[in-house]
C-alpha cells in the first residue's frame, strides 16, 4: 500500500492543523492506520492509532485530548486533526499502515510495514 500524507506547515501556538494520509494500492479498510512523529536529533514516536472499522483509537498520553485520529474507508483516508498546538509539537509527521490485530502493538513503529514520506509541522510565534 502508498501512503501520503499532507496538511503540514507553519502554525502558531494555539493554532490547529489537519493533516490527511490518503492510502492507494490495497483494500484500506484492511488496515489499522497511526500516526506518528519524528522531530530534529529525536527517535520517531507514536501519536495515535485507528483500528481498521474505525471504533477503536489509541493515543500517546501527551496529545490525548489535544489530537483527534479519524478515518474515512470511502475516500481511503486517514486524519489527524491537531489542536492546541504547542512549539514542541513540531516535527515531521508520519502515517503508516499496519495489518496488526492486536491493538496493543499499535504504539510501536514495528507494526507497521507501510510509511508515508511525511510532513512537517512548525510551531512558532
Known amino acids: 500500500v502508498q501512503l501520503q500524507a499532507s496538511g503540514g506547515g507553519l502554525v502558531q501556538p494555539g493554532g490547529s492543523l489537519r493533516l490527511s494520509c490518503v492510502a492507494s494500492?490495497?483494500?484500506?479498510?484492511?488496515?489499522?492506520m497511526g500516526w506518528f512523529r519524528q522531530a530534529p536529533g529525536k527517535e520517531r514516536t507514536f501519536l495515535a492509532a485507528?483500528?481498521?472499522?474505525?471504533?477503536?483509537?489509541k493515543y500517546e498520553e501527551s496529545v490525548k485530548g489535544r489530537f483527534t485520529i479519524s478515518r474515512d474507508n470511502a475516500k481511503n483516508t486517514v486524519y489527524l486533526q491537531m489542536n492546541s498546538l504547542r512549539p514542541e509539537d513540531t516535527a515531521v509527521y508520519y502515517c503508516?499502515?499496519?495489518?496488526?490485530?492486536?491493538?496493543?502493538?499499535?504504539?510501536?513503529?514495528?507494526?507497521?510495514?507501510?510509511w508515508g514520506q511525511g510532513t512537517q509541522v512548525t510551531v512558532s510565534s
Open positions: 485507528i483500528k481498521f472499522r474505525g471504533g477503536d483509537t
Open positions: 503508516a499502515a499496519s495489518s496488526t490485530m492486536i491493538s496493543s502493538n499499535l504504539g510501536s513503529q514495528f507494526a507497521y510495514a507501510y
Open positions: 494500492g490495497r483494500p484500506f479498510g484492511s488496515y489499522a
